[in-house]
């Protein structure tokens, strides 16, 4: 899968199910809106990872990997708490978060051997 296509995936699923944890909840957190507003601004990033934008597509990686790093806690907070509903609805956002940073190292590992065949033809 492109960078570009699982990064907007990713994006749509923050959004998506950070809605549903924020607007769903009895008493809402403005931290849940975390998700929401990374995936708002990776979809902003999108246009600048699918035309390989080297600092734009640097810039999403370490918003993917932040939201990444920050789901643990309601993950976990969650499983405290038995919401299996909010085990799964986090557990979702971590997968597709993951697959998005595969597919970003996937591409960032293939643009570096593009780069290396180039300056071994010349």
């Not at 607007?23 to 998700?35: Q, R």
């Not at 990776?42 to 920050?70: D, Q, S, W």
């Not at 190292?105 to 290396?116: G, H, L, N, P, T």
């Amino acid at each position: 899968m492109k960078a570009h296509v699982a990064s907007l995936l990713n994006a749509i699923v923050l959004i998506g199910l950070g809605s549903w944890g924020y607007f769903g909840s009895d008493n809402p957190s403005m931290t849940a809106l975390i998700p929401v507003i990374i995936g708002a601004i990776l979809i902003v990033l999108n246009g600048g990872v699918k035309k390989e934008n080297k600092i734009i597509a640097h810039i999403a990686v370490v918003l993917t990997l932040a939201i990444l790093i920050g789901l643990i806690k309601p993950f976990m907070g969650r499983m405290d708490a038995a919401d299996y509903v909010g085990v799964a609805r986090v557990s979702i956002m971590i997968l597709f978060t993951m697959i998005a940073m595969i597919a970003f190292v996937r591409s960032f590992i293939d643009a570096r051997k593009q780069r290396e065949l180039e300056e071994g033809n010349n």
